[in-house]
């Protein structure tokens, strides 16, 4: 356990011992109600990367006393984490504060499998920070963003935000801009230049991402993805529409992935941790929310999930096979909901229910050898931890697959029940340090979960998560879309509800990091 992980833990049992009036929070007024929407990315007109309209702000929520209202450490950035924000009078240059801030504090918990243990990993994540002002300033927005919420009450929406964090947004978002120029016209150039110049304008697209989702209960998050979409879609759109011995194109991404490697490691790297980045959010949304709520991209990346080139475990722990049978279930349903808009749509159900086999028996094979865990003596603790993270990836996506499949059974209001016990019972044993890694699956399967006493226990998860002094990470917002949910199965009797609707009752497309 590092330094940082037992200050954490300590400084949380100590708070939750003592009364939060004693609590030393900053003097500054919150100015988060007032906030000003997030500046938008303006594509050249008449390019590929032509931006769609921005998504219009969420609908007001009111909710009821639940635990994230209860307990204040469930917001992400727990205020009990101050004890390892560096103290604002350690440096005199205030960028150089949240930039370490950013290193020390924010990265570990959104990159928990990543480690930067050496002084070679931590000068690589410095160098990329610091290397085009636009990165360098969406990172200081977020390093801001948690800065601000210490001295803020629990809330759910605009957590963080006040003008110091809208500025070095907007600085990042202007520096972007010129980025984005740059990219439009570089048709002509290299196409290695093209891929690193896209790369490098993912990393910042990212990081305003990320501040959407950590300080919102929706946010903007979804048109920076869908910019990041348009980004990639313009790199794979310079390739030639067939290699010289007339075989289909391989994706300009991978080549690159492969022969960097050879001429350019640190070109790699950074490649490389760019797109699983963007990899792990798009699977998200795609699952989320379908296939079809997305413009299609000429970026495919499920060949490198399968090919293990992208290796999403060594970053959030859930091993790339599975998240290829997520996107393979997702696009089941994409091709279903495509052949039942024929007119002359045929039965598909046999076809879809053979599909869905080969899913489930890929599925249920993987999660065989995950509950094996022969993993050698010689394993360390991150692969353990990946493979117990794996196991409750692989239950949801279990979960997902009946749930897009469930119009074979139309009379049956409830799902079976088999897969949501098996990953409520695997949460359950999971040590609360890696709970914050499953807010997807615990999600998924929570909304799918039937009985009261299971409403109970997936309550019970996140409740002891936080009584262990662990960040419970995104999985606060799972449980409000799973009790929203659960009143609508309540309120509407046999009718079929899963967290789509929820989220629509809602007014929140919650994005499950």
């Known amino acids: 356990m590092s330094l940082a992980d037992t200050r954490y833990k300590i400084s949380r049992k100590v708070g939750l011992r003592s009364d939060s009036s004693t609590t030393d929070l900053l003097s500054t007024q919150s100015s988060g109600d007032n906030a000003q929407s997030p500046c938008a990315l303006q594509f050249p007109a008449g390019s590929a990367l032509c931006a769609s309209r921005i998504f219009s702000p969420i609908l007001p929520f009111e909710a009821g006393v639940n635990i994230w209202q209860l307990s204040p450490e469930t917001i992400w950035w727990d205020s009990k984490i101050r004890s390892l924000a560096p103290d604002p009078g350690s440096s005199s240059n205030e960028k150089t504060r949240l930039l370490m801030l950013y290193l020390n504090v924010i990265y570990p918990i959104t990159h928990s499998f990543y480690k930067l243990d050496d002084s070679k990993d931590r000068s690589w994540m410095l160098t990329r920070l610091i290397s085009k002002p636009a990165l360098h300033f969406s990172a200081l927005s977020i390093s801001a963003c948690f800065d601000y919420s210490l001295s803020q009450p ?97 994706s300009i991404i991978e080549i690159a992935l492969r022969s960097w490697s050879l001429s350019n490691e640190r070109r790699r ?150 897969f949501v016990d098996a990953c409520l019972q695997k949460l359950e044993a999971l040590p609360t340090r890696l709970f914050m890694r499953t807010s997807w699956p615990y999600t998924v399967a929570g909304c799918m979960s039937s009985s009261e006493s299971q409403h109970a226990r997936f309550r019970w998860i996140l409740g002891r998560t936080l009584q262990e002094a662990q960040p419970p990470g995104i999985s606060w917002k799972g449980l409000i879309v799973m009790e929203e949910c659960w009143k609508l199965r309540q309120m509407e009797g046999n009718r079929k509800f899963g967290w789509r609707e929820a989220m629509e009752s809602l007014g929140a497309r919650v994005v499950l990091t």
């Open 154 to 250: 629990p809330r759910i929406n605009d957590i963080g935000i006040c003008p110091k964090v809208r500025g070095l947004q907007s600085r990042a978002v202007r520096e972007l801009q010129v980025e984005i120029d740059r990219f439009a016209s570089m048709e002509r150039s290299p196409v290695e230049e093209l891929v690193w110049a896209g790369a490098q304008m993912l990393d910042v697209i990212i990081h305003l991402q990320t501040l959407e989702i950590f300080s919102m209960l929706q946010g903007h998050w979804e048109m920076h993805h869908q910019a990041a979409r348009r980004v990639l879609n313009h790199v794979e759109g310079q390739a030639p529409e067939m290699n010289e011995d007339s075989t289909p194109k391989l």
């Open 269 to 418: 790297h950074s490649l490389e941790f760019s797109i699983t980045n963007f990899i792990w959010i798009d699977v998200l949304a795609i699952s989320t929310f379908g296939v079809s709520n997305y413009v299609p991209c000429a970026f495919d990346y499920l060949s490198l999930l399968q090919a293990e080139i992208i290796k999403p475990q060594a970053i959030m722990g859930c091993q790339g096979w599975i998240m290829a049978c997520i996107v393979k279930i997702a696009r089941l349903e994409y091709w279903k909901l495509n052949q039942q808009s024929q007119i002359h749509a045929f039965d598909i159900n046999s076809e879809l229910a053979q599909r869905s086999e080969q899913l489930a028996a890929e599925l249920t094979s993987g999660i065989e050898r995950l509950e094996r865990g022969n993993l050698g003596a010689d394993a360390s603790i991150l692969e353990e931890d990946s493979r117990l993270v794996s196991t409750i990836w692989a239950y949801g996506a279990q979960v997902l697959r009946q749930v897009i499949t469930s119009d074979m059974e139309p009379a049956r209001p409830d799902m079976d029940q088999e």
